[in-house]
C-alpha cells in the first residue's frame, strides 16, 4: 500500500499486491533416487503488482493541477500614444498577462508494472555445480505521457496535460551455471557463465494512425530500427 502526494482524491493511495511460493522437490520423497547427484531442487514463482509515482521522480511533481504564469512586456493595449495603457494604468513596458502554461489532470494515477517471474534453483555433484534459471514477463501500463497525437488541433491546447496512457511489455529468460571446488586445504576456484535474453514490445503507443507499417512503432521492440526500405 503506497501513497503519493503527485496525485489527488483516490489515485493518492494506491494497493499494490505481490504473491510468491516455491516448492523444493529435492525434500520430496519420489526424489530420493535422485540424491547421489542431486543435493537440491527448487521451483519458484512470484507475480506481484509495482506502483511507481513517475511524475515526482523525474521533477515532473504536481502535474494534476493547472499552473499560471504572469508576465509583462507583452502586446500593449489603449490609445496610440507614446504610452499606451490598459485601464487607467501607464506602463511603458506593456500591460500584465496572465496565462496558463500547463493543464493539470486531476485524474493522473500511478505507473503500474505488473511482474511474473518463474525460476529453478539447483544443485549438483555434492553441491559443486550450482544452476540458476529465470524466465520473466514484465507489463509496463498506465505510463504517464504528455501525447502530441492523442488530442486533435482542433481541441486548441497549448500544452498537453500528462495521461496514463502508453503501455510496454518486456520478457526474457537469464539464466547462470557455476561450478566450485578447491585443491588441496586453502585453494579454492569457481568457474562460471552466465547469460540472458530478452525482447520488448511496444503495444499503446502515441502516434498517427499511419497507414504505412514502417511508420508505426506500435507492435515493434522498443529499439528498434525501422523505416522505409529504397
Given at each position: 500500500y503506497n501513497g503519493s502526494p503527485s496525485?489527488?482524491?483516490?489515485?493518492?493511495?494506491?494497493?499494490?499486491p505481490s504473491v510468491g511460493a516455491s516448492w523444493v522437490l529435492s525434500g520430496e520423497k519420489f526424489m530420493h533416487k535422485t540424491r547421489s547427484w542431486l543435493d537440491f531442487l527448487r521451483l519458484r514463482g512470484e507475480y506481484g503488482h509495482i506502483g511507481w509515482d513517475g511524475m515526482k521522480s523525474t521533477g515532473q511533481q504536481y502535474m494534476t493541477?493547472?499552473?499560471?504564469?504572469t508576465s509583462t512586456g507583452q502586446s500593449v493595449f489603449g490609445a496610440h500614444t507614446s504610452n499606451r495603457w490598459?485601464?487607467?494604468?501607464?506602463?511603458?513596458?506593456?500591460?500584465?498577462?496572465?496565462s496558463y502554461n500547463r493543464i493539470g489532470n486531476p485524474g493522473l494515477s500511478w505507473e503500474v508494472r505488473k511482474e511474473l517471474s518463474l525460476g529453478i534453483d539447483a544443485l549438483f555433484?555434492?553441491?559443486?555445480?550450482n544452476l540458476e534459471w529465470t524466465y520473466y514477463n514484465i507489463l509496463q501500463e498506465d505510463q504517464a505521457v504528455r501525447p502530441g497525437n492523442y488530442f486533435p488541433l482542433a481541441a486548441g491546447i497549448i500544452q498537453y496535460p500528462f495521461i496514463n496512457y502508453q503501455k510496454n511489455r518486456y520478457y526474457g529468460t537469464e539464466f547462470?551455471?557455476?561450478?566450485?571446488?578447491?585443491?588441496?586445504?586453502?585453494?579454492?576456484?569457481?568457474?562460471?557463465?552466465?547469460?540472458?535474453?530478452?525482447?520488448?514490445?511496444?503495444?499503446?503507443?502515441?502516434?498517427?494512425?499511419?497507414?504505412?507499417?514502417?511508420?508505426?512503432?506500435?507492435?515493434k521492440p522498443l529499439d528498434?530500427?525501422?523505416?522505409?526500405v529504397y
Open positions: 496525485f489527488r482524491g483516490k489515485n493518492q493511495y494506491k494497493l499494490f493541477k493547472d499552473r499560471w504564469t490598459f485601464g487607467d494604468q501607464i506602463d511603458s513596458n506593456g500591460s500584465h498577462l496572465t555433484l555434492n553441491q559443486r555445480l547462470m551455471l557455476q561450478y566450485s571446488d578447491k585443491i588441496g586445504r586453502d585453494f579454492r576456484y569457481s568457474i562460471g557463465v552466465n547469460g540472458d535474453a530478452y525482447t520488448t514490445k511496444r503495444i499503446i503507443v502515441d502516434e498517427l494512425p499511419y497507414h504505412q507499417e514502417e511508420r508505426l512503432y506500435k507492435d528498434a530500427l525501422f523505416g522505409l
